[in-house]
Protein backbone atom coordinates (compact mmCIF):
# COMPACT_ATOMS: atom_id res chain seq x y z
CA UNK A 1 0.00 0.00 0.00
CA UNK A 2 1.24 3.49 -0.78
CA UNK A 3 1.73 5.57 2.27
CA UNK A 4 -0.06 9.25 2.01
CA UNK A 5 2.15 11.63 0.80
CA UNK A 6 3.18 15.42 2.63
CA UNK A 7 0.51 17.60 1.26
CA UNK A 8 -2.09 14.85 2.40
CA UNK A 9 -0.84 15.10 6.17
CA UNK A 10 -0.62 19.29 5.86
CA UNK A 11 -4.71 19.11 5.30
CA UNK A 12 -5.42 16.23 7.45
CA UNK A 13 -4.05 18.16 10.74
CA UNK A 14 -5.45 21.90 8.97
CA UNK A 15 -8.58 20.66 8.54
CA UNK A 16 -8.82 18.98 12.16
CA UNK A 17 -6.79 22.53 13.44
CA UNK A 18 -9.97 24.36 11.90
CA UNK A 19 -12.33 22.49 13.32
CA UNK A 20 -11.44 22.79 16.43
CA UNK A 21 -10.95 26.44 16.11
CA UNK A 22 -14.69 26.28 15.16
CA UNK A 23 -15.27 24.67 18.45
CA UNK A 24 -13.82 27.01 21.03
CA UNK A 25 -15.35 29.78 19.08
CA UNK A 26 -18.71 28.15 19.29
CA UNK A 27 -18.19 27.70 22.99
CA UNK A 28 -16.40 30.82 23.63
CA UNK A 29 -19.17 32.79 21.79
CA UNK A 30 -21.72 31.05 23.70
CA UNK A 31 -20.54 31.82 26.75
CA UNK A 32 -19.81 35.33 25.77
CA UNK A 33 -23.87 35.58 25.01
CA UNK A 34 -24.97 34.95 28.53
CA UNK A 35 -27.72 37.05 28.72
CA UNK A 36 -26.55 39.97 31.55
CA UNK A 37 -28.62 40.98 33.93
CA UNK A 38 -28.93 43.39 36.17
CA UNK A 39 -31.23 43.51 39.35
CA UNK A 40 -31.72 46.34 42.18
CA UNK A 41 -30.56 45.41 45.65
CA UNK A 42 -32.12 46.94 48.12
CA UNK A 43 -32.45 46.44 52.03
CA UNK A 44 -36.06 44.51 52.88
CA UNK A 45 -35.42 41.35 55.09
CA UNK A 46 -36.37 38.61 54.36
CA UNK A 47 -37.22 39.46 50.75
CA UNK A 48 -34.07 40.72 49.31
CA UNK A 49 -31.22 41.83 51.58
CA UNK A 50 -27.37 41.83 51.96
CA UNK A 51 -26.54 38.91 54.53
CA UNK A 52 -23.81 39.04 56.57
CA UNK A 53 -21.20 37.68 53.87
CA UNK A 54 -21.91 41.04 52.07
CA UNK A 55 -23.87 38.74 49.21
CA UNK A 56 -27.39 39.56 47.91
CA UNK A 57 -29.64 37.29 50.19
CA UNK A 58 -33.75 36.75 50.72
CA UNK A 59 -36.66 35.00 48.71
CA UNK A 60 -36.33 37.01 45.50
CA UNK A 61 -32.34 36.72 45.54
CA UNK A 62 -33.09 32.98 46.19
CA UNK A 63 -35.78 32.52 43.04
CA UNK A 64 -33.83 34.75 41.01
CA UNK A 65 -30.35 32.88 40.80
CA UNK A 66 -32.06 29.28 40.71
CA UNK A 67 -33.69 30.89 37.78
CA UNK A 68 -30.33 32.36 36.47
CA UNK A 69 -28.90 28.80 36.71
CA UNK A 70 -31.64 27.06 34.70
CA UNK A 71 -31.56 30.32 32.18
CA UNK A 72 -28.03 30.75 31.58
CA UNK A 73 -28.52 34.77 33.02
CA UNK A 74 -25.42 36.61 34.22
CA UNK A 75 -27.27 38.29 37.06
CA UNK A 76 -25.66 41.65 38.71
CA UNK A 77 -26.44 42.71 41.94
CA UNK A 78 -26.62 46.76 42.01
CA UNK A 79 -27.25 48.53 45.58
CA UNK A 80 -29.28 51.37 45.67
CA UNK A 81 -31.70 53.16 47.89
CA UNK A 82 -35.57 51.72 46.88
CA UNK A 83 -37.00 54.87 45.21
CA UNK A 84 -33.56 55.22 43.57
CA UNK A 85 -33.67 51.62 42.57
CA UNK A 86 -37.61 51.78 40.86
CA UNK A 87 -36.09 55.01 39.14
CA UNK A 88 -33.06 53.26 37.82
CA UNK A 89 -35.66 50.63 36.09
CA UNK A 90 -37.62 52.68 34.63
CA UNK A 91 -34.67 54.73 32.64
CA UNK A 92 -33.69 50.98 31.68
CA UNK A 93 -30.17 51.36 33.89
CA UNK A 94 -31.51 48.27 35.48
CA UNK A 95 -33.21 45.35 33.95
CA UNK A 96 -35.07 43.67 36.72
CA UNK A 97 -36.25 45.23 40.27
CA UNK A 98 -37.72 42.24 42.98
CA UNK A 99 -40.37 42.60 45.04
CA UNK A 100 -42.58 45.62 43.81
CA UNK A 101 -45.87 45.79 44.71
CA UNK A 102 -48.68 45.85 41.96
CA UNK A 103 -50.44 48.83 41.74
CA UNK A 104 -52.13 50.54 38.40
CA UNK A 105 -50.30 53.88 38.68
CA UNK A 106 -46.73 51.56 38.66
CA UNK A 107 -48.18 49.78 35.09
CA UNK A 108 -47.46 53.24 33.76
CA UNK A 109 -43.89 52.96 34.12
CA UNK A 110 -43.55 49.04 35.14
CA UNK A 111 -44.18 46.07 33.08
CA UNK A 112 -44.69 43.27 35.57
CA UNK A 113 -44.87 39.26 35.14
CA UNK A 114 -48.20 36.98 35.69
CA UNK A 115 -47.64 35.02 38.30
CA UNK A 116 -46.97 36.97 41.76
CA UNK A 117 -43.69 35.79 43.90
CA UNK A 118 -45.80 36.19 47.25
CA UNK A 119 -48.01 38.61 49.30
CA UNK A 120 -48.42 40.75 52.39
CA UNK A 121 -50.32 43.74 53.67
CA UNK A 122 -49.01 46.78 55.24
CA UNK A 123 -49.38 47.56 58.92
CA UNK A 124 -48.66 50.54 61.14
CA UNK A 125 -45.93 49.90 64.29
CA UNK A 126 -45.67 52.72 67.10
CA UNK A 127 -43.39 53.55 69.89
CA UNK A 128 -44.13 51.56 72.83
CA UNK A 129 -44.92 54.95 74.88
CA UNK A 130 -48.11 55.48 72.46
CA UNK A 131 -51.15 54.14 72.40
CA UNK A 132 -52.90 53.70 68.76
CA UNK A 133 -56.16 52.26 68.06
CA UNK A 134 -57.51 53.68 65.20
CA UNK A 135 -56.25 55.62 62.45
CA UNK A 136 -57.52 59.04 64.33
CA UNK A 137 -54.63 58.27 67.05
CA UNK A 138 -52.08 58.75 63.89
CA UNK A 139 -53.54 61.97 63.77
CA UNK A 140 -50.66 64.73 63.40
CA UNK A 141 -48.07 61.97 64.18
CA UNK A 142 -44.64 61.78 62.53
CA UNK A 143 -45.16 58.28 60.68
CA UNK A 144 -41.48 56.65 59.10
CA UNK A 145 -42.79 55.88 55.34
CA UNK A 146 -40.88 54.46 52.60
CA UNK A 147 -40.09 56.87 49.47
CA UNK A 148 -41.34 55.86 46.54
CA UNK A 149 -42.80 52.79 48.76
CA UNK A 150 -46.61 51.23 48.24
CA UNK A 151 -47.42 51.74 51.82
CA UNK A 152 -47.26 55.43 51.04
CA UNK A 153 -49.76 56.43 48.10
CA UNK A 154 -52.12 53.74 50.60
CA UNK A 155 -51.29 55.47 53.95
CA UNK A 156 -52.04 59.04 52.30
CA UNK A 157 -55.34 57.57 50.93
CA UNK A 158 -56.32 56.11 54.06
CA UNK A 159 -55.80 59.14 56.12
CA UNK A 160 -57.54 61.31 53.85
CA UNK A 161 -60.35 58.85 53.61
CA UNK A 162 -61.29 60.12 57.63
CA UNK A 163 -60.02 63.41 56.52
CA UNK A 164 -56.99 63.05 58.86
CA UNK A 165 -53.22 64.24 58.74
CA UNK A 166 -50.07 63.21 59.38
CA UNK A 167 -46.54 63.96 59.27
CA UNK A 168 -44.38 61.85 57.06
CA UNK A 169 -41.35 61.12 57.72
CA UNK A 170 -39.73 59.63 54.14
CA UNK A 171 -37.21 56.77 55.09
CA UNK A 172 -35.46 54.96 52.15
CA UNK A 173 -35.34 51.43 54.05
CA UNK A 174 -37.81 49.97 56.34
CA UNK A 175 -34.81 49.56 58.86
CA UNK A 176 -34.67 53.39 58.57
CA UNK A 177 -37.97 53.58 59.45
CA UNK A 178 -38.11 51.00 62.31
CA UNK A 179 -34.44 52.92 64.02
CA UNK A 180 -36.13 56.40 63.65
CA UNK A 181 -39.31 55.58 66.23
CA UNK A 182 -36.73 54.24 68.22
CA UNK A 183 -34.86 57.41 68.49
CA UNK A 184 -38.02 59.16 68.96
CA UNK A 185 -37.45 60.93 65.53
CA UNK A 186 -41.00 59.50 64.18
CA UNK A 187 -43.86 58.60 66.26
CA UNK A 188 -45.09 55.40 63.87
CA UNK A 189 -43.64 53.05 60.81
CA UNK A 190 -45.41 51.97 58.28
CA UNK A 191 -44.16 48.83 57.10
CA UNK A 192 -44.87 45.53 55.61
CA UNK A 193 -45.86 42.24 56.55
CA UNK A 194 -43.13 40.34 56.32
CA UNK A 195 -40.30 42.65 56.89
CA UNK A 196 -42.08 43.06 60.45
CA UNK A 197 -42.27 39.58 61.13
CA UNK A 198 -38.35 39.07 60.65
CA UNK A 199 -37.62 41.88 62.23
CA UNK A 200 -39.71 42.50 64.34
CA UNK A 201 -37.31 41.27 67.44
CA UNK A 202 -34.81 43.64 67.00
CA UNK A 203 -36.91 46.95 67.11
CA UNK A 204 -39.44 46.54 70.23
CA UNK A 205 -42.27 48.71 68.91
CA UNK A 206 -45.83 48.72 69.20
CA UNK A 207 -47.97 46.56 66.61
CA UNK A 208 -50.90 48.33 65.76
CA UNK A 209 -54.70 47.45 64.34
CA UNK A 210 -54.08 49.50 61.68
CA UNK A 211 -53.61 47.16 58.98
CA UNK A 212 -54.21 48.08 54.40
CA UNK A 213 -53.98 46.81 51.56
CA UNK A 214 -52.78 43.64 51.03
CA UNK A 215 -50.42 42.91 47.70
CA UNK A 216 -49.20 41.08 45.72
CA UNK A 217 -45.64 40.81 45.12
CA UNK A 218 -43.50 41.12 41.53
CA UNK A 219 -39.88 41.49 39.33
CA UNK A 220 -41.13 44.70 37.80
CA UNK A 221 -39.08 46.34 34.57
CA UNK A 222 -39.08 49.46 32.77
CA UNK A 223 -41.59 49.61 30.76
CA UNK A 224 -42.04 48.06 27.34
CA UNK A 225 -38.16 46.21 28.34
CA UNK A 226 -37.39 42.71 29.29
CA UNK A 227 -40.30 40.91 28.21
CA UNK A 228 -38.41 38.18 27.49
CA UNK A 229 -37.23 38.08 31.61
CA UNK A 230 -40.72 38.74 32.75
CA UNK A 231 -42.03 35.47 30.30
CA UNK A 232 -39.35 33.12 31.61
CA UNK A 233 -39.83 34.35 35.74
CA UNK A 234 -43.10 33.38 34.95
CA UNK A 235 -42.79 30.12 33.46
CA UNK A 236 -40.49 29.32 36.22
CA UNK A 237 -43.04 30.42 39.02
CA UNK A 238 -45.83 28.68 36.84
CA UNK A 239 -43.41 25.17 37.36
CA UNK A 240 -42.20 25.92 40.96
CA UNK A 241 -45.61 26.73 42.74
CA UNK A 242 -46.92 23.20 41.37
CA UNK A 243 -44.23 21.29 42.82
CA UNK A 244 -44.21 21.38 46.96
CA UNK A 245 -40.56 20.15 46.82
CA UNK A 246 -39.63 22.94 44.56
CA UNK A 247 -37.07 25.47 45.56
CA UNK A 248 -39.64 28.20 45.59
CA UNK A 249 -41.16 26.69 48.91
CA UNK A 250 -37.72 25.84 50.05
CA UNK A 251 -36.91 29.50 49.43
CA UNK A 252 -39.84 30.56 50.90
CA UNK A 253 -39.95 28.61 53.99
CA UNK A 254 -36.27 30.27 55.02
CA UNK A 255 -37.90 33.68 54.53
CA UNK A 256 -40.71 33.09 56.85
CA UNK A 257 -38.26 30.96 59.41
CA UNK A 258 -38.27 34.19 61.61
CA UNK A 259 -41.69 33.62 63.32
CA UNK A 260 -43.92 36.55 63.76
CA UNK A 261 -43.27 38.53 67.03
CA UNK A 262 -46.00 39.69 69.82
CA UNK A 263 -44.85 42.82 70.58
CA UNK A 264 -45.69 43.32 73.99
CA UNK A 265 -44.64 46.53 76.12
CA UNK A 266 -41.88 46.31 78.26
CA UNK A 267 -43.34 46.53 81.84
CA UNK A 268 -46.04 43.24 80.79
CA UNK A 269 -43.01 41.50 79.58
CA UNK A 270 -41.42 42.17 83.07
CA UNK A 271 -44.24 41.38 84.86
CA UNK A 272 -44.50 38.24 83.36
CA UNK A 273 -41.45 37.53 83.72
CA UNK A 274 -41.53 38.48 87.53
CA UNK A 275 -44.55 36.31 87.45
CA UNK A 276 -43.42 33.54 85.86
CA UNK A 277 -40.02 33.51 87.92
CA UNK A 278 -42.27 33.51 91.29
CA UNK A 279 -44.54 30.48 90.17
CA UNK A 280 -41.25 28.70 89.43
CA UNK A 281 -40.23 29.24 92.82
CA UNK A 282 -43.54 28.06 94.68
CA UNK A 283 -43.42 25.35 92.31
CA UNK A 284 -39.41 24.10 93.15
CA UNK A 285 -40.34 25.05 96.86
CA UNK A 286 -44.53 22.88 97.01
CA UNK A 287 -41.89 20.08 95.55
CA UNK A 288 -39.02 20.19 97.73
CA UNK A 289 -41.83 20.39 100.24
CA UNK A 290 -43.96 17.58 99.15
CA UNK A 291 -40.59 15.38 98.53
CA UNK A 292 -40.00 15.73 102.35
CA UNK A 293 -43.19 15.48 103.49
CA UNK A 294 -42.70 11.99 101.13
CA UNK A 295 -39.86 11.09 102.68
CA UNK A 296 -41.05 11.51 106.36
CA UNK A 297 -44.17 9.89 105.78
CA UNK A 298 -42.22 6.89 104.35
CA UNK A 299 -39.62 6.63 107.44
CA UNK A 300 -42.71 7.15 109.27
CA UNK A 301 -44.54 3.83 107.92
CA UNK A 302 -41.20 2.37 108.51
CA UNK A 303 -41.12 2.89 111.63
CA UNK A 304 -45.04 1.94 112.54
CA UNK A 305 -44.24 -0.96 110.04
CA UNK A 306 -41.32 -1.97 112.82
CA UNK A 307 -43.76 -1.05 115.82
CA UNK A 308 -46.48 -2.84 114.77
CA UNK A 309 -43.79 -6.23 113.74
CA UNK A 310 -42.72 -5.71 117.65
CA UNK A 311 -45.72 -5.23 118.91
CA UNK A 312 -46.94 -8.68 117.55
CA UNK A 313 -44.21 -10.40 118.57
CA UNK A 314 -44.32 -9.12 121.81
CA UNK A 315 -47.95 -10.26 122.14
CA UNK A 316 -47.04 -13.16 120.48
CA UNK A 317 -44.15 -13.87 123.15
CA UNK A 318 -46.49 -13.16 125.91
CA UNK A 319 -49.02 -15.71 124.65
CA UNK A 320 -46.87 -18.58 123.27
CA UNK A 321 -44.00 -20.70 124.69
CA UNK A 322 -40.90 -19.89 123.17
CA UNK A 323 -39.75 -23.45 122.74
CA UNK A 324 -42.65 -25.27 121.56
CA UNK A 325 -44.85 -22.16 119.90
CA UNK A 326 -47.56 -23.49 122.12
CA UNK A 327 -50.31 -21.45 124.07
CA UNK A 328 -48.39 -20.83 127.43
CA UNK A 329 -50.28 -21.12 130.71
CA UNK A 330 -51.85 -18.03 130.34
CA UNK A 331 -53.50 -18.34 127.20
CA UNK A 332 -53.90 -21.87 127.57
CA UNK A 333 -56.02 -21.23 130.49
CA UNK A 334 -57.75 -18.26 129.08
CA UNK A 335 -58.83 -20.88 126.22
CA UNK A 336 -59.95 -23.33 129.04
CA UNK A 337 -62.19 -20.61 130.72
CA UNK A 338 -63.85 -19.63 127.95
CA UNK A 339 -64.72 -23.77 127.14
CA UNK A 340 -66.06 -23.68 130.20
CA UNK A 341 -68.52 -20.66 129.85
CA UNK A 342 -69.63 -22.12 126.62
CA UNK A 343 -69.58 -25.80 128.03
CA UNK A 344 -72.04 -24.38 130.85
CA UNK A 345 -74.17 -22.22 128.34
CA UNK A 346 -74.72 -25.39 126.44
CA UNK A 347 -74.76 -27.69 128.83
CA UNK A 348 -71.87 -30.11 126.85
CA UNK A 349 -69.04 -31.51 127.88
CA UNK A 350 -65.57 -30.78 127.84
CA UNK A 351 -62.50 -32.66 129.19
CA UNK A 352 -58.85 -31.30 130.31
CA UNK A 353 -55.86 -33.88 129.73
CA UNK A 354 -52.69 -33.08 131.79
CA UNK A 355 -49.85 -34.99 130.01
CA UNK A 356 -46.21 -35.49 131.57
CA UNK A 357 -43.23 -36.47 129.83
CA UNK A 358 -41.96 -39.81 131.69
CA UNK A 359 -38.23 -39.65 132.70
CA UNK A 360 -37.35 -36.84 130.50
CA UNK A 361 -34.56 -35.10 133.09
CA UNK A 362 -32.07 -38.32 132.11
CA UNK A 363 -32.41 -37.27 128.55
CA UNK A 364 -31.21 -33.37 129.48
CA UNK A 365 -28.33 -34.70 131.68
CA UNK A 366 -27.44 -37.16 129.00
CA UNK A 367 -27.18 -35.76 125.84
CA UNK A 368 -27.59 -32.44 126.87
CA UNK A 369 -30.14 -29.06 127.11
CA UNK A 370 -30.47 -28.48 122.95
CA UNK A 371 -31.14 -32.59 122.74
CA UNK A 372 -34.18 -31.80 125.47
CA UNK A 373 -35.02 -29.09 123.58
CA UNK A 374 -35.51 -30.77 120.41
CA UNK A 375 -37.69 -33.25 122.15
CA UNK A 376 -39.85 -31.41 124.06
CA UNK A 377 -40.47 -29.50 120.23
CA UNK A 378 -41.08 -33.01 118.57
CA UNK A 379 -43.07 -34.22 121.33
CA UNK A 380 -45.20 -30.45 121.11
CA UNK A 381 -46.00 -31.23 117.60
CA UNK A 382 -46.92 -34.94 118.05
CA UNK A 383 -49.58 -33.73 120.01
CA UNK A 384 -50.74 -31.25 118.05
CA UNK A 385 -51.39 -33.58 115.62
CA UNK A 386 -53.37 -35.97 117.74
CA UNK A 387 -56.48 -33.32 118.14
CA UNK A 388 -58.90 -31.40 116.20
CA UNK A 389 -58.87 -27.99 115.00
CA UNK A 390 -61.41 -27.01 118.23
CA UNK A 391 -59.38 -28.01 120.83
CA UNK A 392 -55.88 -26.86 122.23
CA UNK A 393 -52.56 -28.18 123.26
CA UNK A 394 -50.73 -25.60 125.96
CA UNK A 395 -47.41 -26.31 127.56
CA UNK A 396 -47.74 -25.32 131.07
CA UNK A 397 -44.44 -26.30 132.64
CA UNK A 398 -40.72 -27.95 131.75
CA UNK A 399 -42.04 -31.18 130.34
CA UNK A 400 -45.70 -30.67 131.26
CA UNK A 401 -48.55 -30.08 129.00
CA UNK A 402 -52.25 -29.98 129.11
CA UNK A 403 -54.96 -30.69 126.56
CA UNK A 404 -58.54 -29.09 126.00
CA UNK A 405 -61.39 -31.01 124.39
CA UNK A 406 -64.47 -29.30 123.88
CA UNK A 407 -68.07 -30.33 123.07
CA UNK A 408 -67.45 -34.11 124.08
CA UNK A 409 -69.66 -36.97 124.40
CA UNK A 410 -68.21 -38.78 126.83
CA UNK A 411 -65.46 -39.54 129.54
CA UNK A 412 -64.42 -41.98 126.64
CA UNK A 413 -63.72 -39.82 123.72
CA UNK A 414 -61.58 -37.70 126.10
CA UNK A 415 -59.59 -41.38 126.74
CA UNK A 416 -59.33 -42.09 123.04
CA UNK A 417 -57.60 -38.96 122.34
CA UNK A 418 -55.23 -39.48 125.26
CA UNK A 419 -54.47 -42.72 124.07
CA UNK A 420 -53.73 -41.44 120.76
CA UNK A 421 -51.16 -38.61 122.09
CA UNK A 422 -49.78 -41.48 124.57
CA UNK A 423 -49.16 -43.59 121.55
CA UNK A 424 -47.46 -41.24 119.55
CA UNK A 425 -45.26 -39.52 121.94
CA UNK A 426 -43.91 -43.30 122.42
CA UNK A 427 -43.29 -43.66 119.12
CA UNK A 428 -39.14 -43.58 118.81
CA UNK A 429 -38.07 -39.86 118.43
CA UNK A 430 -34.65 -39.11 115.85
CA UNK A 431 -32.61 -36.06 117.42
CA UNK A 432 -29.77 -35.55 115.17
CA UNK A 433 -27.70 -39.17 114.84
CA UNK A 434 -29.79 -40.03 118.08
CA UNK A 435 -32.97 -42.32 118.34
CA UNK A 436 -34.65 -41.83 121.77
CA UNK A 437 -37.66 -43.45 122.78
CA UNK A 438 -40.27 -41.32 125.27
CA UNK A 439 -43.30 -42.28 127.09
CA UNK A 440 -45.73 -39.71 128.62
CA UNK A 441 -48.35 -40.37 131.78
CA UNK A 442 -51.71 -38.54 131.06
CA UNK A 443 -54.75 -37.88 133.53
CA UNK A 444 -58.49 -36.67 132.65
CA UNK A 445 -60.53 -35.33 134.33
CA UNK A 446 -64.67 -34.68 132.52
CA UNK A 447 -66.90 -31.54 132.97
CA UNK A 448 -69.33 -31.61 134.59
CA UNK A 449 -68.34 -35.13 135.66
CA UNK A 450 -65.34 -34.60 137.60
CA UNK A 451 -65.74 -30.97 139.07
CA UNK A 452 -68.12 -28.11 139.05
CA UNK A 453 -65.28 -25.64 137.15
CA UNK A 454 -61.66 -25.53 135.52
CA UNK A 455 -60.13 -25.23 139.03
CA UNK A 456 -61.62 -28.46 139.95
CA UNK A 457 -61.19 -29.69 136.94
CA UNK A 458 -57.39 -29.23 136.38
CA UNK A 459 -57.10 -30.25 139.78
CA UNK A 460 -58.52 -33.98 139.01
CA UNK A 461 -56.80 -34.15 135.88
CA UNK A 462 -53.78 -33.39 137.35
CA UNK A 463 -54.61 -35.95 140.14
CA UNK A 464 -55.46 -38.11 137.35
CA UNK A 465 -52.02 -37.98 135.86
CA UNK A 466 -49.99 -38.67 138.77
CA UNK A 467 -52.28 -41.47 139.38
CA UNK A 468 -51.06 -42.36 135.95
CA UNK A 469 -46.90 -41.74 136.66
CA UNK A 470 -47.20 -43.62 139.71
CA UNK A 471 -48.35 -46.70 138.28
CA UNK A 472 -45.41 -46.77 136.45
CA UNK A 473 -46.01 -44.12 133.75
CA UNK A 474 -46.99 -44.23 129.57
CA UNK A 475 -50.48 -45.25 130.38
CA UNK A 476 -53.71 -42.94 130.20
CA UNK A 477 -56.19 -42.55 133.49
CA UNK A 478 -59.82 -40.79 133.94
CA UNK A 479 -60.14 -39.32 137.18
CA UNK A 480 -61.45 -41.21 139.85
CA UNK A 481 -62.21 -39.66 142.88
CA UNK A 482 -60.98 -42.48 144.77
CA UNK A 483 -57.48 -41.50 143.19
CA UNK A 484 -55.22 -39.86 146.21
CA UNK A 485 -54.66 -36.19 145.57
CA UNK A 486 -51.76 -35.09 143.21
CA UNK A 487 -49.04 -32.23 144.00
CA UNK A 488 -50.68 -29.00 143.69
CA UNK A 489 -50.46 -27.71 139.51
CA UNK A 490 -47.17 -26.39 138.64
CA UNK A 491 -45.14 -27.20 141.74
N1 LIG B 1 -34.32 -29.26 127.64
C1 LIG B 1 -35.20 -28.66 128.45
N2 LIG B 1 -35.45 -29.11 129.64
C2 LIG B 1 -36.35 -28.52 130.45
C3 LIG B 1 -37.05 -27.41 130.03
N3 LIG B 1 -37.89 -27.04 131.05
C4 LIG B 1 -37.70 -27.91 132.04
N4 LIG B 1 -36.77 -28.85 131.72
C5 LIG B 1 -36.31 -29.92 132.47
O1 LIG B 1 -37.27 -30.95 132.53
C6 LIG B 1 -37.09 -31.70 133.70
C7 LIG B 1 -38.44 -31.87 134.32
O2 LIG B 1 -38.30 -32.44 135.58
P1 LIG B 1 -39.00 -33.75 136.02
O3 LIG B 1 -40.41 -33.76 135.56
O4 LIG B 1 -38.74 -33.93 137.47
O5 LIG B 1 -38.18 -34.84 135.30
P2 LIG B 1 -38.64 -36.24 134.81
O6 LIG B 1 -37.38 -36.87 134.51
O7 LIG B 1 -39.58 -36.13 133.69
O8 LIG B 1 -39.37 -36.90 136.01
P3 LIG B 1 -40.71 -37.66 135.95
O9 LIG B 1 -41.73 -36.73 135.48
O10 LIG B 1 -40.96 -38.02 137.38
O11 LIG B 1 -40.54 -38.83 135.08
C8 LIG B 1 -36.10 -30.91 134.54
O12 LIG B 1 -34.84 -31.53 134.48
C9 LIG B 1 -35.99 -29.56 133.89
O13 LIG B 1 -34.70 -28.96 134.00
C10 LIG B 1 -36.80 -26.90 128.72
O14 LIG B 1 -37.36 -25.91 128.26
N5 LIG B 1 -35.86 -27.56 127.98
Redo the contacts with the bound molecule.
Sequence with gaps: MKRPGFPLLVTVFATLLAVALLAWLLVAGGKGERRLVTVGLYENAPKIYTAGNGRPAGLFVELLDAMARLEGWKLRYVRCAWADCLKQVERGELDLMPDVAFSVERTQHYDFHRISVTSQWSQVYCAPRLKVLSLADLAGKRVAILEGGIQKPLFDNLMASENLRYRPILVSTFDQGFAAVMAGEADAVATNSLFAAYNGRKYKLLETPIIFRPSNLYFATGKGRNADLLRRIDAHLADWRIDADSIYFEALHRAMAASPEMLVPHWMMWSLLGLGGSLLLLGSLSLLLRRQVGQRTRALETITRELESQRADLEHLAHYDV?TDLPNRALFFGHVEQGFAEAKRNASRLALIFI???????I??RFG?AV??R??QQAARRMSECIRASDTVGRI???EFVVLLRDISCAEDAARVAEKIRAALSQPMSVDELELSLSASLGIAVYPEHGEDEGEIAKNADRAMYYA?DRG?NQVKVFDPAMPPACPLGA
Design positions: LDLDRFKPNDHGDVLGGDKG
